[in-house]
């Protein structure tokens, strides 16, 4: 099973951005804990961070057919981005909608989630472990 895993702007910044709201781990924090999910879960993992819509509307045009599931933390696209919406639904690839914090408890305007109405689930407040959650998700319903 092949999974791509999309972060948005500032997502690269974790660590150093805001860490009462984001914690203290790092993006490289991040990356290893992908790696030892993706052996855990017996999957291959690919991983993108873009601080550019067009550019995560490219990368998941490029996952038809090649890609079986999709985690994605939009960051603030989540928010915002319709183009981000129709990326996934035109690729109809398995979605599940990441968030460190706890949106649901922050800002009204982060009340809203486009690639939300996408995903099969949302995971928020938990962390860098939401990732590792998503991921086993799509691997036991779709793996
Ligand atoms: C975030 C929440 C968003 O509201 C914010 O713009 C981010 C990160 C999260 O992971 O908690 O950049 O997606």
Do not use: W
Request: proline share 4%; aromatic share 8%; hydrophobic share 40%.
């Amino acid at each position: 099973m092949k999974i791509l895993v999309l972060n948005g702007p500032n997502i690269n910044m974790l660590g150093i951005r805001e860490p009462d709201i984001y914690g203290k781990q790092t993006f490289g924090d991040l990356l290893a804990l992908l790696e030892s999910t993706a052996l855990e879960a017996g999957v291959t993992i690919e991983q993108y961070q873009s601080n550019h819509e067009g550019d995560l509307v490219d990368k998941i045009q490029a996952a038809y057919g090649r890609f079986d599931g999709i985690v994605i933390n939009p960051a603030a696209y989540t928010h915002t981005s319709v183009a981000i919406l129709d990326a996934l639904k035109a690729v109809s690839i398995p979605a599940v909608e990441v968030h460190i914090s706890q949106v649901d408890a922050r800002e009204p305007f982060r009340q809203i989630s486009y690639p939300g109405m996408y995903c099969e689930k949302t995971i928020q407040g938990l962390g860098l472990e939401g990732y590792r959650q998503a991921v086993l998700y799509l691997k036991k319903r779709y793996g």
